[in-house]
């Protein structure tokens, strides 16, 4: 009962947060409940007993990220510009989008059922097995680490590629910087 | 910001707490939640933090960029390492079993941890590097101007 009202509270508030979100102007505002919204987010995880993701999402979504969205705008602009074109096509292709996804979830099995898929398969497996192979308290840990190890490899391999395309197409590299500014001049 | 006098007392006091609590949770992920990613993260929070009050100067005296671009790199390295290693001694790509053949779950103890470690230090750099990618531009507007 009390994870219901708990549950029914976060979701109304992750809601009104994103109907805020939306209706705001200021680049500044935005982004500061775009960081409301992940922690939100991160307590919703937190009610899900999936403490990791939670504070990932915590540390990223409402650390990290707010940091870079703010670096952003001070290298652009602090408002955005009203638009002026209508905005009916936009919002049918947003309704039917939803309307499908909700449409997609009524074939998903049941929160918390037994026969989902996800826990009849290797789920399993790793929580009976994991303390005697791997011995670590932290299945978590032990799925993402060492049976899951070559995904994580994948995970970091992609991470590493995104910092690299970030510093190609943005970072002002030593020397480079410079050059440029002459041409400017 | 160099006028706000609570703020860089208060960054000087967070920054190592900032930095332990990533070691604890890099180091203590086998038991708590945590791991590899989520300390990557912290620690590179205690620099952005440090960058954001002090200024970029202060930040690249104690982390060069080209330090945390190297470090982007190494945590990969290390990861892709442990499983050349494993194969090295016979074993399969990342099975860690290969550390310790007598005792597998003290090789998967030691493979988890420089996996992990791995995993820490390429998000730590490539966090970093992504602060010091938008914030070494020359901003457009002023401190007064939010």
Known sequence: MAE??????????????????????????????????????????????????????????????????????????????????????????????????????????????????????????????????????????????????????????VIFAAGVGVLLIISRMPGQGRRKDKEDS | MRHHLILRVITKILVGPIILYGLYVQFHGDFSPGGGFQAGVIIAVAFTLYGIVFGLRAVYAVLPPWVVHRLMALGLLIYAGVGILNMLSGYEFLNYGAFAPNHPSHGQHLGILWVETGVGITVTGVMIAVFYAFAGRPPRMGDDDW
């Not at chain 1, 403490?51 to 540390?59: M, N, P």
């Not at chain 1, 408002?79 to 909700?102: E, M, W, Y």
Request: glycine share 6%; charged share 15%.
């Open chain 1, 4 to 157: 219901t009202i708990i549950n029914v509270v976060l979701f109304s508030m992750l809601v009104l947060t994103a109907l805020a979100l939306v209706r705001m102007e200021r680049l500044f505002t935005i982004v500061m409940l775009a960081g409301v919204f992940s922690l939100l987010a991160a307590m919703l995880f937190v009610t899900l007993d999936a403490v990791d993701v939670a504070f990932t999402e915590a540390a990223v979504g409402a650390g990290v990220s707010t940091v870079l969205y703010l670096g952003t705008i001070a290298l652009t602009a602090r408002g955005c510009k009203p638009s002026v074109r209508p905005s009916t096509v936009p919002l049918l292709v947003c309704i039917i989008t939803g309307a499908v996804l909700i449409w997609g979830t009524l074939d998903m099995p049941n929160f918390g059922d037994a026969e989902a898929p996800a826990e009849v398969h290797v789920a399993q497996y790793y929580l009976t097995e994991s303390v005697k192979e791997i011995d670590v308290p932290n299945v978590v840990t032990s799925i993402l680490a060492s049976y899951r190890g070559f995904d994580t490899l994948g995970e970091v391999a």
